[in-house]
């Protein structure tokens, strides 16, 4: 199977649809020259647990969406992908701007392996956490 990757526009017109998660939650994306997404948030009261540290949830679902958003511009053939395993390492509790990046390791034509870091402050920044998630690969009728 050859992998057909998105163009710039395609990539953004796609995180250009409405997301009621997204809003609810806070993120945003941002689109590399190298046409790889960051999913970034600024953490606020909102995104803390009674104990004040960043609930664990929010590095989680900033990671779930890079690795899925990194398919999306990986490979044009792929219309949906659905998380059905996700081993997450949490390195410190972080307390700003957060920025996630999937990296794809593996696209087969119906499971896809991707890893994930989870920086603060930037890409170039400390890593607070780390997954490995792997992806139920749903494909665009026709595309095997």
Known sequence: MSLTKLSHDQVAAIL???DSFRSLIGYDYELTR?????VKLIVSERHRNR??????????VLMATAGA????AADAGIEKALNISMNVS???N??????????PERI???IAHVGVRLKEGGEGGETVAS???VYRVIRCKGET
Do not use: C, K, W
């Not at 190298?34 to 960051?38: C, I, K, N, R």
């Not at 104990?51 to 989680?60: A, D, K, T």
């Not at 700003?96 to 999937?102: C, F, H, Q, T």
């Open 16 to 18: 250009e649809q409405p």
């Open 34 to 38: 190298d046409g790889g997404v960051l």
């Open 51 to 60: 104990v004040g540290s960043v609930h664990g949830g929010i590095p989680s």
């Open 69 to 72: 958003m990194s398919l999306y």
């Open 90 to 92: 949490y390195f410190r």
């Open 94 to 103: 972080p307390r700003a701007l957060l920025v996630a990046r999937g990296l």
């Open 108 to 110: 087969g034509g119906t």
């Open 131 to 133: 997954a490995q998630i």
